[in-house]
């Protein structure tokens, strides 16, 4: 069984109470590795660490050596992607076409933040005769990261590469649930000649490791992503030593259908959007929202298609797997017991493949409809394969409908009409709008993040990296 330990200084080594936790194998649900249960202790040794990497070398390091540091790590990662990919398949029990797409992603984070990194540049301001005014962009020093199971390949590569193109060192605690590929990204960052000390990997529970992080008043800045109630505890934590903080929360996304939609486009996006990584993802398009002209026809479509969905393990590279834990399939299955209790009538429910061992975490993905406004469906995350449909009467209803969550994080439009794209691109109350498409492909140059309880700041994009810093102004009066 695969062991994962603690990186601190470039050394890995157990945690500092020599205890381990068991990840599971979520397609069987037995054992598949033991990680360190890092504590306070592993969590500030590793602040340290980060520290003096900070403050001896990496602070001094030319911009453009530490865009060289990250397009080997681009390289390495580009060329380990199918082993990378199989370790998070195994790790997540993803399909692992759905890993292959992820692998590939991560190494364009590293490709993408390396170009950026000598790219980081401040303002000259105009201002009062005798002065000269410049903004200079300077890294924070030592970030904290703690990052989510369900992309932990994705999210463990976008968020280190982008805090170091930004000049930060870290530290960074992934989930409990999922973290092997997370550890290989390290392995490789050691390979690719990124100085050992800058970043460092604390694995543990989230209320001893994660809580200690975000607590920590060596942390200059938290890069947080979670559930909100946690992103919460976090903010609090930070908000002790008046600490920024980044925060990328969940999700209730709509795909919002008009009836001049092109079908052929809308159908099998809206159907990914939900299944993909069995809608344990942020922006998982968990609403679908529809014209009440076309409602009918257009959910019984997608019914029919829904109820062909693959379920299984990720070896057979269906279309949904497992999800990721007893605990999460319990939180899943307490959504659809609601609804049973609520009358909310099932449009269409995928099989399980009969072949999916036992002891898996699966979940019958299932189709609701039509889901009244107000019913918990309509309004809560349930990280799940579950879809709500609902109809709409207008556009008017379309943005109100689409808005009418706690969360704001994305959004899918289809529709053929180009003023409505832009009248909707600016009404819904989201990070991201996708019209005539979803999710983009990654989109590692795109600005991501939420409004409302989706949280705040920005990950991805440029944006990550004005994040990931901060702006100095210097302001000189000569003669
Ligand atoms: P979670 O909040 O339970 O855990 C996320 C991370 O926080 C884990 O590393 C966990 O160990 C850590 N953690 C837990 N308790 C902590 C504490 N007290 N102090 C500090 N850290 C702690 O979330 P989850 O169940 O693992 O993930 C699902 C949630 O994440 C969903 O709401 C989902 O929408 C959200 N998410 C958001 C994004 C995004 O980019 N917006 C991406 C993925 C997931």
């Not at 205890?19 to 037995?30: E, I, K, R, W, Y």
């Not at 069995?278 to 026809?297: F, N």
């Not at 579950?386 to 009467?393: H, M």
């Not at 409908?401 to 704001?408: K, P, Q, R, V, W």
Request: glycine share 10%; aromatic share 6%; charged share 20%.
């Amino acid at each position: 069984m695969q062991q994962a330990q603690i990186l601190t200084g470039g050394r890995w080594h157990a945690a500092h109470s020599g205890q381990t936790l068991a990840l599971v194998d979520p397609s069987v649900g037995a054992p598949l590795a033991a990680i360190a249960r890092g504590g306070a202790p592993d969590i500030d040794a590793a602040v340290i660490s980060a520290r003096h990497a900070f403050e001896t070398h990496w602070e001094i390091t030319p911009a453009v050596e530490r865009g060289r540091h990250l397009a080997r790590m681009a390289a390495l990662m580009a060329a380990a992607a199918d082993e990378l990919a199989r370790l998070e398949s195994r790790d997540t029990g993803k399909p692992l076409k759905q890993s292959r797409v992820d692998a590939t992603v991560a190494a364009r984070y590293f490709e993408y933040y390396a170009g950026a990194a000598d790219k980081i540049q401040g303002d000259t301001i105009p201002f009062l005769p005798g002065h000269q005014a410049f903004t200079l962009r300077e890294p924070h020093g030592v970030t904290g990261h703690i990052i989510p199971w369900n992309y932990p390949l994705q999210m463990g590569a976008r968020t280190v590469a982008a805090a170091l193109c930004a000049g930060n060192a870290l530290v960074l605690k992934p989930a409990e649930e999922a973290c092997l590929t997370v550890m290989r990204i390290a392995e490789l960052a050691l390979e690719a000649g990124i100085p050992p000390d800058v970043i460092n990997i604390v694995t543990g529970l989230g209320e001893e490791a994660g809580a200690a992080l975000a607590a920590h008043p060596g942390i200059d800045h938290i890069c947080f992503t979670g559930s909100p109630a946690v992103g919460a505890l976090v903010q609090k934590a930070a908000a002790d030593h008046n600490r920024s903080c980044t925060m990328e929360l969940g999700g209730k996304s709509p795909q919002i259908v008009f009836a001049d939609a092109d079908w052929d486009k809308a159908l099998p996006t809206v159907l990914g959007a939900i299944v993909q990584n069995a809608g344990q993802t942020c922006s998982a398009g968990s609403r679908l929202l529809v014209e009440r002209s076309i409602y009918d026809d257009f959910v019984a479509e997608t019914a029919k298609r829904f109820a062909k969905i693959k379920v299984g393990a990720w070896e057979s590279d269906p279309d949904c797997g497992p999800v990721i834990s007893e605990i999460q399939r319990a939180r899943v299955r307490g959504f659809i017991d609601t609804a049973a209790a609520d009358g909310i009538p099932i449009l269409a429910q995928a099989e399980i493949d009969a072949g999916a061992a036992a002891g898996g975490y699966y979940v019958t993905p299932t189709l609701y409809g039509p889901v009244p406004r107000g019913n918990r469906l309509a309004k809560e995350e349930v990280f799940g394969p579950v879809l709500s449909a609902i109809p709409f009467d207008d556009e008017d209803d379309a943005i109100r409908l689409a808005n009418d969550t706690d969360y704001g994080l994305t959004a899918g439009v289809w529709t053929e009409n180009g003023g409505r794209q832009m009248r909707l691109g600016k009404a819904l109350k989201c990070g991201q709008v996708f019209v005539n498409c979803y999710g983009a492909g990654g989109g590692v140059e795109l600005p991501f993040g939420g409004m409302k309880r989706s949280g705040f700041g920005r990950e991805k994009g440029l944006e990550a990296v004005h994040d990931l810093t901060v702006c100095k102004t210097v302001i000189i009066k000569h003669d």
